[in-house]
C-alpha cells in the first residue's frame, strides 16, 4: 500500500524515524513528507536513507511530477506524525504552503494525525477547535498520551508509540473504509466505473485516466448509526459520594472507534472522559437512569446498539441532599437502602420487538464457577436477556478492568458458534465484535 508518512516539526520528529520502519517492514511503499521545521529535528537523509525516496518539504522539487497533487491523490493512507499546533491550524484552515499541507488537500484516502505538543498548547481552545474541525471532516485523531514532555514537565502531549500508531495505521489500511472526504463532490473512481472519464480535477497531469482502484467491498456498517454505551454508572448518594464501580469504559471507545473505521456514524453515551475518537458524537452521563434515557432516545433512529457500560443493578433509594453527617460521640453508621435499576439492555431488546432491528449487543461479565463453566453462564445471559450477540468477558482477580488486554467469548443467538477473542488489546476485540455486527446487518 501507498502510505505518506508526513511528519511536523515537534521533538517527537524522532519517533516517526521507527513507524517509518515499521511501515517500510511490513512491505508498504512510504513516502515521507516533512515540513521544513521538522528538519531541524531529522534531517532529509535520514528520512530519504529509510524511505529509499527523496524527500522535499516543497512543492517545487521534481515539478514534473507535480508531487503536490500526485501524492496526495495516490496515497492509501495518509499519516502525520507528530502534528504540530501549527500544522494542525494549517490543515483546519485548508491551507497549502508546503508539501504536506498540499497532501493534506488532496488526500482522498484515509488520513490520520497523531497531534504532540506542551500540554498548554494541546489544551488551547484554539488547537481544540481545529482538531474538532479536522475530526468533523473525517480526519482520524490518534490523542496524545500523558507522559514526559520535552523539559521537566509532564500532561497530555507525548506523541503515542510507534507500535500503538502502526497499530491504528494498520487497521486503516486493512479495513475496507469509505474514501476521506466521505462524500466528495467528485467520487473519484465513480465515472470510471460507468465507462466515463475521471473528473479534471482528479485526472493525473499526464491526463491518463486514474486507476480503478480494487473497489474495496464496503463495509454493511457504512453510514449506519450504531450508539455505545461506556464506563460505570455512578449512583449518588449525598453530593459527595457514589456507588460506582471500576470500568475504565476504553472497551467501550475501542468499540466506538472500530464503528468509526468501518464508516459507521457513531453515537457514545459514556460516564468516563477519555479522548473521543474521532467524528463520534459524545453524550455525557453519570446514573444508570441518565444513560437509560440517552440510550432510549439514541435508539430511535439506530441501527446497532452496543451496551457495553458497566451499569449499576442498584442505586440508592435516596438522595441526601447535604453530606450525610457521623453522629459525633457515637459509632453509628447509616443504612443505605438500595432499589433496583432498570435492565437498560433488557428494555432496548423489548422496545424493538420482533426482527433484529436494530442489532443488539450485550455485554457479560462472567466467571465459571462449580455449576457450569464461563459459557454455560454466557448462554443462559444472553436467552435471558434477548440480544443478538453477547461479550462474554472472562473475569477474575486481576483481569479485564483498566487493563488493556482482554479474553472474550462472542456469543450469538441465531447459532451455537463461539468466537474466541484473546489476550488481545481493547481494539482487536471491538474489531471481532463489529465483524460479527456486520453479519447480521
Ligand atoms: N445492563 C443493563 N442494565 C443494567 C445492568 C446491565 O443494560 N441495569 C447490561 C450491561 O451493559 C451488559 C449486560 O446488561 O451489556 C450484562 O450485564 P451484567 O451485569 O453482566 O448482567 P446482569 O443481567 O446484571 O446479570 P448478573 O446477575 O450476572 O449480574
Keep these: ?147 514526559r514532555l520535552t523539559g521537566k514537565d509532564s500532561g497530555p502531549g507525548r506523541l503515542p508509540e510507534p507500535d500503538d500508531l502502526y497499530a491504528v495505521a494498520a487497521r486503516l489500511l486493512a479495513a475496507p473504509v469509505t474514501p476521506f472526504p466521505p462524500e466528495p463532490p467528485n467520487v473519484h473512481f465513480a465515472p470510471q466505473q460507468f465507462g466515463g472519464e475521471p473528473p479534471l480535477s482528479h485526472r493525473k497531469p499526464d491526463a491518463t485516466p486514474l486507476p480503478v482502484p480494487d473497489a474495496p467491498s464496503p463495509s454493511r456498517l457504512a453510514d449506519r448509526h450504531v450508539v455505545v454505551s461506556a464506563g460505570g454508572t455512578r449512583e449518588p448518594l449525598d453530593p459527595v459520594r457514589f456507588l460506582g464501580n471500576r470500568s475504565s469504559g476504553k472497551q467501550g471507545y475501542a468499540l466506538a472507534e472500530a464503528a468509526v473505521a468501518r464508516g459507521a456514524r457513531v453515537t457514545l453515551v459514556t460516564t468516563v472522559e477519555r479522548p473521543v475518537p474521532p467524528g463520534v458524537r459524545t453524550i455525557s452521563v453519570e446514573t444508570a437512569l441518565e444513560m437509560r434515557a440517552a440510550m432510549h432516545e439514541a435508539a430511535d433512529d439506530a441501527d446497532v446498539l452496543v451496551m457495553a457500560a458497566a451499569v449499576a443493578d442498584f442505586r440508592p433509594a435516596e438522595f441526601a441532599a447535604h453530606k450525610i453527617k457521623k453522629t459525633a460521640g457515637t459509632d453509628d453508621a447509616p443504612e443505605i437502602a438500595l432499589v433496583r435499576n432498570p435492565d437498560i439492555l433488557a428494555e432496548l ?18 466467571t465459571g464457577d462449580d455449576t457450569a463453566s464461563v459459557l454455560d453462564h454466557g448462554r443462559a445471559k444472553l436467552a435471558r436477556k434477548g440480544c443478538d450477540l453477547l461479550v462474554v468477558n472472562e473475569v477474575g482477580v486481576d483481569k479485564t478492568f483498566g487493563r488493556d488486554d482482554n479474553l472474550v467469548h462472542i456469543l450469538r443467538a441465531d447459532s451455537d458458534a463461539v468466537t474466541d477473542v484473546g489476550p488481545a488489546p481493547k481494539s482487536e476485540i471491538a474489531d471481532a465484535v463489529m465483524a460479527q455486527v456486520e453479519s447480521l446487518l
Aim: contains cysteine; hydrophobic residues 50%.
Design 1 to 147: 500500500m501507498r502510505v505518506v508518512l508526513g511528519v511536523a516539526g515537534g521533538i517527537a520528529a524522532y519517533k516517526a524515524a521507527s513507524l517509518l520502519r515499521l511501515f517500510t517492514e511490513a512491505g508498504h511503499d512510504v513516502t515521507v513528507v516533512p515540513t521544513a521545521a521538522a528538519l531541524n529535528f531529522v534531517g532529509a537523509a535520514t528520512w530519504a536513507a529509510l524511505s529509499g525516496k527523496p524527500v522535499h518539504t516543497d512543492v517545487w522539487s521534481d515539478i514534473t511530477e507535480v508531487p503536490h497533487v500526485r501524492l496526495g491523490q495516490s496515497a492509501d493512507l495518509v499519516m502525520v506524525a507528530p502534528a504540530t499546533a501549527d500544522l494542525i491550524a494549517r490543515a483546519a484552515t485548508g491551507q497549502a504552503d508546503d508539501l504536506l499541507t498540499n497532501v493534506l488537500l488532496t488526500a482522498r484516502c484515509p488520513v490520520v494525525m497523531a497531534p504532540a505538543m506542551h500540554t498548554e498548547m494541546w489544551e488551547h481552545p484554539a488547537t481544540q477547535a481545529n482538531i474538532a474541525t479536522l475530526s468533523e471532516r473525517g480526519v482520524h485523531i490518534v490523542p496524545p498520551a500523558s507522559g
Design 349 to 366: 431488546v423489548e422496545r424493538r420487538g420482533p426482527g433484529r432491528s436494530p442489532v443488539i449487543v450485550g455485554f457479560a461479565a462472567e
